[in-house]
């Protein structure tokens, strides 16, 4: 069944509200191409590297975080596993890892259908998202790439939080 509904153009570019609010925040970033930007956040852990892309045909404006796995071909399966444990956690977004690429990726996407243009709360809402979600999952895929643990076992190990005072 298809849908012949008119799609109005957009007054802003939703990438340029984004490289707006790049700009308003001193990031370092880099535009390009029209339909895409990609930002450098720094976070506690690790500086990340957050890129938007304007999906024109489906209206969405797609964040992605990705990171880079270069450890032993056999922990690919345990990686996998820890994903889909984590997964199951998230209430927005999702994590992803692209063999080909060998890129562990945080993807969350903003609809936009009919027009509606992203405001730069929304913006910053997303990069917050995938920021948040990397720097909280980003030790369990440490543990399971370099210290050999098991997905479970990664993932308690890097949500344990200590309580008082030494």
């Given at each position: ?30 535009r ?7 930002i ?86 997303l ?12 030790q ?13 076992d ?13």
């Amino acid at each position: 069944m298809s849908l012949n509904v008119a799609q109005p153009r957009k007054p802003v570019h939703p990438v340029d509200i984004v490289e707006q609010l790049a700009a308003l925040n001193d990031w370092i970033f880099d535009r390009s191409a029209l339909d895409e930007i990609s930002i450098s956040v720094d976070g506690r852990l690790s500086q990340y590297d957050v890129t938007f892309t304007w999906l024109e045909d489906i209206e969405a404006l797609h964040v992605s975080t990705a990171f880079e796995f270069k450890g032993p071909e056999a922990r690919r399966a345990e990686l996998r596993e820890l994903i889909s444990i984590i997964n199951e956690q998230l209430w927005v977004g999702h994590f992803d890892y692209w063999l080909k690429d060998n890129v562990i990726m945080f993807r969350h996407s903003l609809l936009l259908a009919g027009g509606s243009e992203p405001s730069g709360q929304q913006c910053e809402a997303l990069i917050k998202v995938a920021t948040e979600a990397c720097e909280r999952y980003f030790q369990a895929f440490q543990y399971v790439v370099w210290a050999g643990k098991s997905a479970r076992d990664s993932l308690d190990l890097a949500m344990f939080e200590t309580a008082g005072n030494a």
